[in-house]
């Protein structure tokens, strides 16, 4: 790695690829499952057996052993016992349509359900409803190389479309840390975000097109991968982001991009969070950014606690930007370590240091990669949230103060896409304290 100060002495040449973690979490805003009726058990035994009875389900396409309720019953909240009646695994629209229609008749909740990776409870069933795992709905479908663009059933896992992409020479940049698991239809459900935002925008960019099944068991079609539409309602949109509140995707087409060159990574080491907003400004300015990932010391503490990856400067500062950008050409390079230069003369980055490879690029990623899951260790108290990015250094401000105010004690750690605005804020619990007595204690800072 080129070392962009004469103070940074780290050199990593560990060429370990970065690796998609499956666990540790980055939110934790909670809807409350428990408040669903429980249904009648006669009523799902009803609908089950009509399943495969009447409708071509076969017997392994419905669960209701303990193990597989505990498995896709819950996410990856960790508030609330997962306690469905059945999960059901269909394999068309047509079987989910189904599904929707019978558990209308018979007055029974539906739980739409993808990776499981999300971290609001919203995949959580956890009051007897059925749960529709789209697990089986995992092919993809047609590819139309003039319109970049490729049908899939919703229950591809993100991490598979990209590799989809790729092998076509394109790129899918919808990407975080869970696309291991993450399905394309749970990310529809979100309109997840993630690392890349910034240049690429969130999931609902990328999809031209649906197939929903909506709550009264109509199928629609929505868009049909167009992009010039003008007749009528984009109801597309309603869908993306409703976490299946509305009806179950069971489709998407999916727009893919160029694959990116040459991507350079910079870890700038800063002491003040309002050099954090200068640097960004002045880098935005000057070149397109693909990411612009931010992190305090209290992470880069646990990392290097845990020995998962290396010290970034000599010297430790108290926040630090993870930048990425395309470098093809000579003339950006010159154009980023100029602007480089210009942050460390205004005296806003004390430490930076820049990638030479795909392996070095992919070392740094894991600064900021690996957080969540070494922090988890500290049953950490998270919150997700969003705020405009000129407003992100008060927030943080206020937060500190409110947090310092209440319990001395709290370790605060800091990580998240400044890029767009959204912060992962964990209170870490102190090791005296018992969990109880810690959920008791931020419901203050809650507030
Ligand atoms: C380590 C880690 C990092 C993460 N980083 C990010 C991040 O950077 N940005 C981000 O946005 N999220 C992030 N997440 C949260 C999560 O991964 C995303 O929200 C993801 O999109 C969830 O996809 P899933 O398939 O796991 O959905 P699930 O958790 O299964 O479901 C999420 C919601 O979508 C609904 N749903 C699922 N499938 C369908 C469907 N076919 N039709 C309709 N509704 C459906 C569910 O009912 C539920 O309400 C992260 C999670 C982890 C664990």
């Known amino acids: 790695m080129t070392t962009l100060s004469k103070t940074n002495a780290s050199d990593s040449n560990n060429a370990t690829d970065l690796q998609t973690q499956t666990h540790a979490s980055e939110q934790s805003s909670v809807n409350d499952p428990s408040l669903h009726t429980a249904p009648d058990t006669q009523a799902v035994q009803t609908l089950l057996d009509a399943l495969t009875t009447s409708h071509g389900f076969e017997n392994s396409q419905i669960k209701t052993d303990t193990e597989s309720l505990e498995h896709w019953g819950k996410d990856w909240t960790k508030h609330f016992a997962p306690a469905p009646s059945a999960i059901v695994f269909p394999k068309s629209t047509e079987q989910v349509q189904t ?67 790729e092998d076509q020479g394109l790129y899918y940049p919808v990407d975080f840390a869970s696309a291991g698991s993450s399905q394309i239809g749970g990310n529809i459900g979100t309109n997840a975000g993630g690392i890349k935002v910034i240049r690429y925008g969130l999931t609902r960019q990328w999809i031209l097109g649906l197939t929903v099944v909506t709550g009264k068991g109509d199928i629609l079609h929505l868009n049909n991968g167009m992009i010039k539409n003008a007749t009528g309602y984009d109801l597309r949109h309603l869908f993306i982001g409703s976490e299946g509140t509305l009806g179950i995707v069971t489709h998407a087409q999916i727009k893919l991009e160029r694959q990116p060159q040459n991507l350079t990574v910079m870890v700038l080491g800063m002491d003040e969070f309002d050099h954090v907003m200068q640097v960004l400004s002045e880098f935005q300015k000057q070149i397109d950014l693909t990411a612009f990932e931010f992190f305090d010391s209290v992470a880069v503490d646990k990392l290097m606690q845990a020995g998962h990856v290396q010290e970034p400067f000599e010297t430790r500062t108290k926040y630090y930007a993870l930048l990425e950008f395309e470098a093809p050409y000579e003339p950006i390079m010159d154009k980023a370590m ?74 605060i750690c800091w990580f998240g896409h400044i890029g767009d605005g959204n912060l992962h804020l964990n209170i870490l619990k102190p090791e005296d304290l018992s969990k109880a007595d810690f959920i008791a204690k931020f419901q203050t800072v809650n507030e």
């Open 99 to 165: 599904v929707v229609q019978l558990a209308n008749e018979h007055g029974i909740v539906l739980k739409p359900s993808g990776g499981r990776t999300g971290l609001s409870a919203g995949a959580v069933a956890s009051n007897g409803e059925i749960v529709i795992s789209l697990d089986k709905m995992n092919r993809i479908g047609q590819f139309y190389p003039a319109d970049r663009m490729v049908e899939i059933e919703a229950g591809v896992i993100t991490e598979q479309l990209q590799q989809f992409a």
């Open 338 to 411: 100029a602007t480089f230069e210009a942050c460390m003369e205004n005296g806003w980055v004390v430490d930076g240091v820049m990638s030479q490879s795909i392996a070095q690029a992919a070392e740094l990623w894991k600064l900021r990669e690996y957080i969540s899951e070494t922090i988890s260790v500290f049953t950490p108290y998270k919150n997700d949230v969003s705020v405009l990015i000129s407003h992100v250094p008060q927030f943080i401000a206020d937060i500190e103060a409110v947090v310092t105010a209440n319990y001395p004690d709290f370790e």
